[in-house]
């Protein structure tokens, strides 16, 4: 009964995650875009605009200009996710693809990364006067609740190990409606609470900034001139 | 302050509203407020700015200020050092509050 | 009283130093309200409206729908801190409100308020606010600190723009009766006259029949400056402070040597005798548009076929950037110049093919160094190549002096600072922030004049020269001249 309950609940985060990742984008490509502000000097093309845009989404290099400690934990942290994130993937298969392996093999690197990026973002924003002038407790949670999915998650898999190839039919059954049991293992049930927090906080917080960029006229506009 | 001054109705930044406001006497303490004593040569070219606005509403240009003081009252008055020793905060903002002109704006 | 009340004590500053938070450093500043005159002039309330708290979150609802960038950047901010330590008024003041990120929360917290479901429900959980009376009071006095140039957006990961967050605020206040006097007065004698001075067209004429008087005295060559001459071919629109100002009326005289030296049939216009566009600066669309509408009436009714710009930072922008979308093609120009240009863009080309001679040793006695204006080095481009607002005027420069020397490149080209004055600050009653706001600049000048003994800091922007004339004695470089890059090439140029 408790593990249907969590597998609806995926479910719907699933939903809730699509759909408001749309209805955000829904309003941004709904408000209108009259004026060139692109950011000088802008691309000419619209090949330099996705030049542009694949520097700043996959180099962060205006955040290098700025700061190269923010720039570094930055990296450190969102490559470590992505990392994490298709060593993830593994559960999505019955068998476990090929191309998975080497990323389950040097996950603990990942992970590392993951979690030192987020320590040095977090004291960061603690330490430093600016940074807790513009950071609301919001700022922090979002930190602080990453940080407790990593460690949830290196628990689980390193020290407290669960069913694996159980997680992977539960999971598969909560996109297709067909909700499964999961093993049962408290350090689980906290990890995949965590993550249903992040799942819905995804599309309504900042960390929808991640999609948005994109979106940022000064990025994605070019010198029409 | 006196009594001619505390009555005025000016902008926020000392310049009068209304050009009727303005008498000789008002211009003798707004400049006594700033601890100038208007001197003939002071009144050459605050006589020049009102005159100048008469004709075109708009305070002269500093170079034009400095070119026709230079040429009614003579050679070694037709410069800036002269004019700036007679208004040291800039004749085009001094002299014309004096003269009870309005301030030029943009990005002057 | 005393007209110069606001002057503040001289600021000497550690270079480069990020200041320690002074919390209400700033919090004194207060820019005039514009009159109800000058409000009602605009069609806008006179005064603060009864019902402002609901017009404002109505305005900002508006805006969010018809600018993108606006709801974009409300939503992608991080918190990331990358803004903190770049904008010039926060190193000038250390106010922790003119951090761009702060400053930008002014409006954010509110529209996580009235536009989220977060901050709806969890209002100090997400950082929301009401828009209640201090923070309304605070939106005027930080949207009045902020020059609108973009120097943060350099530095941001997401893009963001603060200028368009500060354009948005400006807007609504102007639209619940809370314009600022010097801007909305600016954007008045534009409508009603046709520049921001006021001028009309007899002091213009007067004006500019005494430059030609002068040009004759110095090079023995009548060598005009003329004024809605409908043969001309050619349209020069520059800010007005060109026929009022000084450094600014050399480099008109500059521009007037080379397109004589070119043979180029040129003219003014009475009706278009501003380049500026203070409805940018707040933020107001249907202003802007009636103001760049001037431009294009004027070169239709005297049948040009090109148009060029003056040194003017934000009209370059608006030229360069927003006048096709704002008034539509310009079908009625030579195909071969289908945009308006900068004027160094020209005199570059008329360098480059010949047309004109330099000679660099009229300049001896100068060492220059380049002031990259805001709204050119990060609004704009220039010629047709990726970056010309930076190479073009160095060109000219070097071709008009002997020695070009460069500020430290964390100030220059795309990361330069605003000189202090931009965005609508060039007023007395904001004084103390615009010399606060020039620490950057001055620190970096300060350097180079140490270094290299530098004499002239040369600008392409009226509000640079202005505020920069104005401002550097307070940072102890009365000695440093500031001049119009015009002034300095029509010094070079061979007649």
């Avoid at chain 1, 249907?4 to 995926?10: E, N, S």
């Avoid at chain 3, 922790?96 to 100090?124: C, E, W």
């Amino acid at each position: 009964m408790f593990d249907t309950l969590v597998g609806i609940a995926f479910s719907l985060a699933w939903l809730w995650l699509v759909c408001g990742i749309a209805y955000r984008v829904s309003v941004w490509l709904g408000a209108r875009s009259r004026f060139l502000i692109p950011l000088a000097p802008a691309p000419r093309s619209r090949v330099g605009v996705l030049g542009r845009l694949f520097l700043e989404v996959f180099t962060f290099r205006s955040l290098a200009r700025a700061n190269r400690t923010t720039w570094l934990a930055s990296l450190a942290f969102h490559y470590g996710l992505l990392w994490t994130l298709v060593m993830h993937l593994r559960f999505a298969y019955e068998v476990l693809p090929i191309f998975i392996v080497p990323f389950i093999r040097f996950g603990i690197w990942a992970t590392l990364a993951l979690v030192t990026g987020l320590v040095i973002l977090l004291l960061r924003r603690l330490l430093i006067d600016r940074m807790r002038y513009i950071s609301s407790p919001s700022d922090y949670l979002h930190l602080v609740l990453l940080l407790c999915i990593a460690l949830s998650g290196v628990l689980i898999k390193r020290v407290w190990p669960t069913n694996l190839f159980e997680v992977g039919e539960f999971f598969r059954g909560t996109f297709v409606l067909n909700w499964m049991p999961l093993p049962d293992h408290a350090g689980l049930i906290i990890h995949l609470s965590l993550v249903l927090i992040l799942l819905f906080v995804f599309p309504i917080s900042k960390l929808v900034h991640g999609v948005g960029v994109v979106f940022s006229p000064t990025f994605n506009q070019r010198d029409r001139s | 302050m006196t009594a001619l001054i505390d009555s005025l109705e000016t902008d926020h930044e000392g310049y009068l509203m209304s050009r009727d406001s303005w008498s000789q006497p008002l211009a003798v303490e707004l400049a006594a407020a700033d601890g100038i004593e208007l001197s003939e040569a002071h009144w050459e070219v605050i006589h020049f700015l009102q005159e100048y606005y008469e004709n075109y509403e708009i305070a002269p240009a500093i170079r034009i200020l400095t070119k026709q003081i230079g040429k009614r009252f003579g050679k070694e008055k037709g410069n800036s050092k002269y004019l700036y020793e007679l208004f040291p905060k800039g004749p085009a903002k001094q002299a014309c509050r004096y003269a009870g002109l309005p301030k030029p704006t943009g990005c002057v | 009283m005393n007209a110069d009340k606001h002057t503040p004590d001289p600021v000497v500053g550690r270079y480069r130093v990020i200041p320690i938070l002074h919390e209400g450093a700033m919090a004194q500043t207060h820019t005039a309200n514009a009159t109800p005159a000058i409000q009602e002039a605009s069609g806008l309330p006179g005064k603060l409206v009864a019902d402002w708290h609901d017009r404002a979150i109505a305005r900002l609802g508006e805006l969010l729908k018809e600018r993108r960038g606006l709801q974009v950047f409300m939503d992608t901010c991080t918190k990331c801190g990358a803004c903190t330590d770049k904008c010039h008024y926060f190193l000038g003041t250390a106010d922790p409100k003119n951090m761009p990120v702060a400053r930008q929360d002014l409006i954010r917290s509110v529209y996580r308020r009235h536009f989220t479901l977060a901050g709806k429900l969890f209002p100090k959980l997400v950082g929301a606010r009401d828009l209640d009376k201090p923070m309304l009071e605070d939106w005027y006095r930080y949207f009045h600190q902020c020059s609108e140039c973009r120097r943060c957006t350099v530095f941001c990961p997401k893009g963001i723009d603060t200028s368009e967050v500060t354009m948005a605020g400006r807007e609504i206040l102007a639209a619940i009766g809370l314009g600022q006097q010097y801007s909305q007065e600016i954007i008045g004698k534009v409508n009603s006259v046709g520049n921001n001075l006021g001028m009309k067209k007899p002091a213009l004429a007067n004006v500019l029949e005494s430059l030609e008087e002068d040009i004759l005295d110095e090079t023995g060559l009548a060598i005009r400056l003329p004024l809605d001459d409908a043969t001309a071919d050619m349209l020069v629109v520059t800010p007005s402070a060109d026929f009022f100002a000084e450094p600014h009326v050399d480099g008109l005289i500059g521009m007037a040597k080379v397109l004589h030296a070119a043979g180029i049939h040129w003219t003014l216009s009475s009706e278009a005798s501003e380049a500026a566009n203070f409805a940018l600066f707040t933020g107001q669309h249907d202003q802007m548009q009636a103001i760049a509408l001037r431009i294009s009436t004027a070169a239709q009714s005297l049948g040009v076929s090109r148009i060029v710009m003056g040194e003017c930072g934000h009209a370059w922008r608006v030229a360069y950037s927003f006048m096709d979308t704002l008034v539509g093609g310009f079908d009625y120009l030579d195909p071969e110049h289908p945009r308006p240009e900068h004027i160094c863009e020209l005199s570059h080309e008329l360098l480059q093919s010949g047309l004109i001679t330099l000679d660099p040793s009229r300049n001896a006695d100068k060492v220059v160094t380049f002031h990259d204006s805001c709204n050119v080095a990060r609004g704009a481009g220039m010629g047709n190549i990726k970056g010309g607002q930076f190479t073009i005027p160095r060109a000219l420069l070097r071709a008009s002096v002997p020695q070009l020397v460069e500020m430290s490149s964390d100030t220059t080209h795309q990361k330069t600072f605003c000189c202090g004055g931009g965005g609508g600050l060039l007023t007395d009653d904001l004084m103390e922030v615009r010399v606060k706001g020039a620490l950057p600049r001055a620190q970096a000048l300060q350097a180079v004049v140490s270094s290299d003994k530098v004499t002239h800091l040369v600008a392409i922007c009226a509000i640079c020269k202005t505020q920069l004339s104005q401002v550097l004695p307070q940072h102890d470089l009365a000695d440093v001249q500031v001049t119009s890059l015009h002034h300095l090439v029509g010094d070079a140029l061979v007649l």
